[in-house]
């Protein structure tokens, strides 16, 4: 093994060097990589372009524009289903009605709420995890995981649920928000333990309760965690390809929904 001195420290003698570039490195200048040791620079490198966020369950991010007008919308609709107590028959998720052609139910049914416990408890955990998401995301990435997760909820539910069961409520889409706060929590080497503690609660809690459509929180729970790796896969990437790979991952999960939906259709309408 040939002894030579560190790039960076001259004074140090080393026999160890950067797996990418091949420049000479010392103990404190290797950084551990999937395959042996990168020196700084190259981790510099690397990292260019690629956005960060100080991830901390603890203390929401200031940002979060998207989800200040997502938790506006949600309100607004359970005021205006307290005015008119036919919305929540007319839009809420219900897969005989997705089934007949009523295709916007999958959607509209994730802005609509039972109660007023139900929305509160909804909407906090939409501020708290989803100014995080938002601020490691971006907006437009942020908006399209939030409602292919609601939709993923609604997928799910019209696959398992019994035709005739309608179901209301955003938590398909937080569940989703879950899934990618777990991704971007590993992804900046941030405690992941509190969210996945959170996950497992909450998915208990919805299994132990009949009334409540566990189906939903497990098919958003999947959409944005597999959307979340998506990302996080296109972000590899060089930065001239990045954007259209973080395109493709949406529509590769939209077209997954929409023809998994069209299918379970096309059979409870037989």
């Not at 908006?143 to 069961?165: E, N």
Request: charged share 15%; aromatic share 8%; proline share 4%.
């Amino acid at each position: 093994m040939a002894i030579t001195t560190c790039y960076r420290h001259q004074d140090r003698a080393t026999g160890a060097s950067c797996t990418r570039c091949g420049k000479p490195i010392c103990a404190d200048c290797m950084v551990q990589a999937p395959v042996g040791h990168h020196c700084p620079d190259c981790v510099r490198e690397a990292n260019k372009g690629v956005r960060r966020v100080n991830v901390d369950w603890r203390r929401p991010a200031t940002a979060g524009a998207v989800t200040k007008v997502l938790i506006a919308v949600n309100v607004v609709v359970y005021l205006l289903q307290q005015s008119d107590r036919s919305i929540e028959s007319r839009f809420a998720m219900w897969p005989f009605g997705v089934a007949n052609g009523q295709w916007y139910r999958m959607l509209t049914g994730t802005f609509l709420h039972a109660s007023i416990l139900h929305i509160v408890f909804n909407m906090a955990a939409l501020y708290i995890f989803g100014v995080q998401v938002e601020a490691a995301l971006g907006k437009s990435r942020y908006l399209a995981l939030y409602l292919l997760s609601a939709l993923g909820g609604s997928l799910c539910s019209l696959l398992l649920a019994a035709p005739g069961q309608p179901s209301v409520g955003a938590s398909g889409a937080i569940f989703g928000l879950f899934g990618a706060f777990f991704v971007i929590a590993r992804a900046r080497g941030a405690d992941s333990g509190p969210i996945v503690g959170l996950i497992v609660v909450n998915l208990l809690l919805s299994f132990a309760d009949p009334i409540i459509d566990w189906r939903g929180h497990v098919g958003g729970l999947v959409t944005g965690t597999a959307i979340a790796f998506g990302y996080q896969w296109a972000d590899r990437l060089p930065p001239s390809m990045r954007k259209a790979a973080q395109v493709a991952v949406v529509v590769v999960a939209g077209a997954i929904i929409a023809g998994l939906s069209i299918a379970r259709a096309g059979t409870l309408a037989a």
